[in-house]
Structures are given as structure tokens and as C-alpha cells.
Antibody
Framework: QVQLQESGPGLVKPSQTLSLTCTVS??????????WSWIRQHPGKGLEWIGH???????YYNPSLKSRLNISIDTSQNQFSLKLSSVTAADTAVYYC???????????WGQGSLVTVSS | EIVLTQSPGTLSLSPGERATLSCRAS???????LAWYQQKPGLAPRLLIY???SRATGIPDRFSGRGSGTDFTLTISRLEPEDFAVYYC???????????FGQGTKLEIK
């Protein structure tokens, strides 16, 4: 059974960098065909795709976030990470990590991590 | 950028009734890469349908999807109490590789 688990600070100050890590179990992050993804959900709102990374390190970002975004992968730890710089209150959201499967749907999700941007 | 518009925003029905949810794309999308999700409060979304019409593992057969081009539909044939939730459609575009979600339809008990 594939499981994903987000971890990281729940509170970030404005202008700082939001950092989250997703630890994958039950599957090797190096196995081909999958993209490892970040998705967020603002309070009471819909889902927003942030970006994803392939095991090779190739990344694909939401254009609206691209200038502030970095997604990286650590195959030795079976983890991938999100860094979003220069955050504002508008970045307050639940952040999910998910696996984009070979049929290009998100078949496994983490439980979500609420990140609040506030001083 | 492809925009997915879901309708209605809110659907009020009773258990046992049939629910029909719509997802319309601003331009043609590949049905291979159109999916539907269910989300309950406080939980992560759950994949229901992929490839526009294929049910994900463990999804009851009262859930069905269809459509092509710009118009897609999720149907729940007979609503069970646990089906009341928010539903999202999602498309994957391969060039460039990115995903887009609809804004969601809330299915509430009438």
C-alpha cells in the first residue's frame, strides 16, 4: 500500500520560505512512470496544482507560482520536497503531496499539511 | 491554459436519487487524462474516475463517468448517505505537462 506523508512547519512568517517534505512508503520514488506532485487548497476553496517532479529531477511548475517555487527529490530518502519563497497570507493553505499515476490521475495522496503564513 | 468549469456549484438531492455533475473544458481535452475526485471535510481527495470513464480501485459501480472533447459528466446512480461531499474534475495536459482542477461541485443532502 502506497502512503505519502507531509511534514514541515505549520507556521511561516511573511516573506520567508515555506518548506515541506513528503515521505513516500510502499513504493520506490525512483520507479518510472510516476510524477510526484504538490497540490494546495486554500481554506474553504478548491484544489490548485502547484507542480510535480519526476524521479530524474525534471520539474513542471504552475506558471503562477514558478518564480517562487522549487521542487526537489531525494531518491535515497524516498522523499520529495517543496520550497515556496517570499510567502504572503495568500499562501496559507493545506498542502498535499500526491502521486500522479501513469494514467495521469492523482491516485495516492498525503493527509495534507496546513501551513499558515502569519507574523 | 485550459480552464475546467463545473456545474452546478451546489447540488441538493436526497439519498436514493440520481446525481449528474458536469465538467466543461475551455478547449478540447484528452478523455484519457480526465479524472474525478471526491473530497469529504478534513480529508484528502479520493480518486473516483480516471480516463473519463474508468472507476478507480474500490469505487462502487454506482459511480460512472462519460464524455469527450469539452464535456464530461460524473453520474451517481443512487445516492448513498456517504456520497454527500465535494466533487472535482481534473485534467492533465501533456504539452507542457501540467494539471488543472475544476472549482468543485458540492453535493449536499436535501
Amino acid at each position: 500500500q502506497v502512503q505519502l506523508q507531509e511534514s514541515g512547519p505549520g507556521l511561516v512568517k511573511p516573506s520567508q520560505t515555506l518548506s515541506l517534505t513528503c515521505t513516500v512508503s510502499g513504493d520506490s520514488i525512483s520507479s518510472g512512470g510516476y510524477h510526484w506532485s504538490w497540490i494546495r487548497q486554500h481554506p474553504g476553496k478548491g484544489l490548485e496544482w502547484i507542480g510535480h517532479i519526476y524521479y530524474s529531477g525534471s520539474t513542471y511548475y504552475n506558471p503562477s507560482l514558478k518564480s517562487r517555487l522549487n521542487i526537489s527529490i531525494d531518491t535515497s530518502q524516498n522523499q520529495f520536497s517543496l520550497k515556496l519563497s517570499s510567502v504572503t497570507a495568500a499562501d496559507t493553505a493545506v498542502y498535499y503531496c500526491a502521486r500522479l499515476s501513469m494514467i495521469r490521475a492523482f491516485d495516492y495522496w498525503g493527509q495534507g499539511s496546513l501551513v499558515t503564513v502569519s507574523s | 491554459e485550459i480552464v475546467l468549469t463545473q456545474s452546478p456549484g451546489t447540488l441538493s438531492l436526497s439519498p436514493g436519487e440520481r446525481a449528474t455533475l458536469s465538467c466543461r473544458a475551455s478547449q478540447s481535452v484528452s478523455s484519457t487524462y480526465l479524472a474525478w475526485y471526491q473530497q469529504k471535510p478534513g480529508l484528502a481527495p479520493r480518486l473516483l474516475i480516471y480516463g473519463a470513464s474508468s472507476r478507480a480501485t474500490g469505487i462502487p459501480d454506482r459511480f460512472s463517468g462519460r464524455g469527450s472533447g469539452t464535456d464530461f459528466t460524473l453520474t451517481i446512480s443512487r445516492l448513498e448517505p456517504e456520497d454527500f461531499a465535494v466533487y472535482y474534475c481534473q485534467q492533465y495536459g501533456s504539452s507542457p505537462p501540467r494539471s488543472t482542477f475544476g472549482q468543485g461541485t458540492k453535493l449536499e443532502i436535501k
